[in-house]
């Protein structure tokens, strides 16, 4: 049973930056596309950016030009840094990897992200 732990959570100021990790182990973290997702209280969980097993990248509207994920598969990591963060990005944020061609996924127990003065 694969396992993501994420950290990096935290309490940060408007216009702030924060890194999330997420640590992968126990599947084959390369071959697998990696992303983000947030979630708050009542809401379903939404894609904030992800990245495939080769590097490449997309994300969500709210998270473009401030938000970048990356991959080091020699660390079994995937990152999240977010700069100029905004009130609304508070939310839980989650881990997820998913193997495309078997559909196996795993999810992390989430990090929570507050931005408030």
């Known amino acids: 049973q694969g396992q993501l732990v994420e950290s990096g959570g935290g309490l940060v100021q408007p216009g702030g930056s924060l890194r999330l990790s997420c640590a992968a182990s126990?599947?084959?973290?390369?071959?697998?596309?990696m992303a983000w997702y947030r979630q708050a209280p009542g809401n379903e969980r939404e894609l904030v950016a992800r990245?495939?097993?080769?590097?490449?990248?997309d994300y969500a509207d709210s998270g473009t030009g401030r938000f970048t994920i990356s991959r080091d598969n020699v660390r079994n990591t995937v990152y999240l840094q977010m700069n100029t963060l905004k009130p609304g990005d508070t939310d839980v944020y989650y881990c997820?990897?998913?193997?495309?061609?078997?559909?196996?996924?795993?999810w992390g127990q989430g990090t929570q992200v507050t931005v408030s003065s």
């Open positions: 997820h990897a998913q193997d495309v061609l078997s559909r196996v996924a795993y």
């Open positions: 126990r599947f084959a973290f390369s071959v697998y596309a």
């Open positions: 990245i495939s097993r080769y590097g490449s990248t």
